[in-house]
């Protein structure tokens, strides 16, 4: 069985850096493109940023140049480096275990959720 479980979240104020870690279990992680998905209170959870397993990226417009998603193969695990952080990234952040669509470059998410992890931005 497929177990995601995320880590690294906090309370950081604005323009500060947080480094999220999703630690997979349970299948073939080399093979698998990967996801990290955001809920924030009231809003629907938007993908923020994937990379497929050839490591090919990509990301939201709200988060370019300030996030970067990358993968750990041997360590079965991927992160999420984020930079000059705004209170509009507040929200709980998953990572998702998934597909790549080639088509539009872009992750598809699959079925298998972590239980997310806190990030706060604020003063």
């Known amino acids: 069985q497929v177990q995601l479980v995320e880590s690294g979240g906090g309370l950081v104020e604005p323009g500060g850096s947080l480094r999220l870690s999703c630690a997979v279990s349970g299948t073939i992680f080399s093979v698998q493109a990967m996801a990290w998905y955001r809920q924030a209170p009231g809003k629907q959870r938007e993908l923020v940023a994937g990379?497929?397993?050839?490591?090919?990226?990509s990301y939201a417009d709200s988060v370019k140049g300030r996030f970067t998603i990358s993968r750990d193969n041997a360590k079965s695990t991927v992160y999420l480096q984020m930079n000059s952080l705004k209170p509009e990234d507040t929200a709980v952040y998953y990572c998702?275990?998934?597909?790549?669509?080639?088509?539009?470059?872009?992750?598809?998410?699959?079925?298998?959720w972590g239980q997310g992890t806190q990030v706060t931005v604020s003063s």
């Open positions: 998702n275990v998934g597909s790549w669509s080639y088509t539009s470059g872009r992750h598809v998410a699959g079925g298998r």
């Open positions: 990379i497929s397993s050839g490591g090919s990226t």
